[in-house]
Every structure is written in structure tokens, then in C-alpha cells.
């Protein structure tokens, strides 16, 4: 999602756009950066905060209680911080890909205008789904293989849940 300085991903993509269409004197961009890895929640932009929890709150808005926010004021410094922060993805190397993400991670770009709350995006890289049969992947890799599928299946279901509501 991030790519590379001479193909870069949607990651990259969009947040220059962003830049190239505000005025800095008048916005700020903030972002957050996790992973989810086996169920388990962690801050890629702050490792030492260890594991991390979801809430809910009164308001039925999910929250990640003790997620770090840090400003990027300008391009160069989100760029930086993206790739920080995918350097701390777990990733392991399969026959299918030598840098197989085997985590869900989810950017938010929170954009201030005056200091007030103005608009948020929000970017998810999905951990690939492989074939067992292409990555000769046996033992602990087989089975985090397949918790990857169930999981990419259930967030189908939920897609396609949602999709029949409208």
C-alpha cells in the first residue's frame, strides 16, 4: 500500500493529493498507524506501548484506547512516518512473496482545520491471502495462513452483509 518511491501505493498516492489541495497555515494532518496481528492490537508509530485494546464508547464509537497521533507537516514526514511504520509489520517471508504481511493494518488520516476536528480517512492493507499450496508453508505458518483466510472470509460476510442493508 505504501510501494515504493518509483511506484508508489495508494498509501502514498492519496496523502500527497491531500497535501498538494490544503493550505498548511489553515490545516494540520495528524496520523495513526496500527496492526492487528492474531487478534491482537498494536501501535506501529509507538512499539513500547505493547498490546492495545477496542473499545466502545457511550456513543456506540469504536476507539483504541493509548493509540499514539503524531502530526505530519508535510510530505516528506508522512512518508517517514508510513514507512516506520510498515518497517514494524509483521511480515515473514513465504515461496509466494519474500515479504508476505501477515498482519491488517489501518492507517487514519485525521485532518484539523483551525485545530477543530474536520475529516478523517481511513486506509486498510489486508494481510495477503495465499495459497498453502503456493507458499509450502508448514507448521506455525500454515496455521497463521489460514486464521488470515478466516479472517479476510469474515470480513466478506460483513462486507456483504452491509452491501444487502442498501
Known amino acids: 500500500m505504501i510501494g515504493t518511491k518509483d511506484r508508489p501505493g495508494v498509501m502514498s498516492l492519496l496523502t500527497r493529493s491531500l ?3 490544503i493550505s498548511l497555515e489553515e490545516y494540520q494532518v495528524q496520523l495513526s498507524y496500527l496492526e492487528i496481528y492474531n487478534e ?3 501501535d506501529l508509530l509507538n512499539p513500547s506501548s505493547g498490546m492495545l485494546d477496542l473499545m466502545e464508547d457511550d456513543k456506540g464509537n469504536i476507539r483504541v484506547p493509548g493509540l499514539s497521533t503524531v502530526r505530519a507537516p508535510n510530505i516528506n514526514r508522512i512518508m517517514q512516518i508510513l514507512q516506520e511504520g510498515n518497517m514494524r509489520r509483521t511480515q515473514e517471508a513465504t515461496e509466494a512473496n519474500k515479504t508476505s504481511s501477515r498482519s491488517h493494518a489501518l492507517l487514519q488520516v485525521a485532518l484539523l482545520k483551525n485545530n477543530r476536528p474536520h475529516g478523517k480517512l481511513f486506509m486498510i492493507d489486508l494481510a495477503g491471502s495465499e495459497r498453502a499450496s503456493q507458499t509450502n508453508n508448514r507448521g506455525q505458518r500454515l496455521k497463521e495462513g489460514a486464521a488470515i483466510n ?5 470480513l466478506g460476510n460483513v462486507i456483504n452483509s452491509l452491501s444487502s442493508i442498501f
Open 19 to 21: 497535501y498538494e489541495k
Open 40 to 42: 491482537v492490537i498494536r
Open 150 to 154: 478466516r479472517s479476510l472470509l469474515a
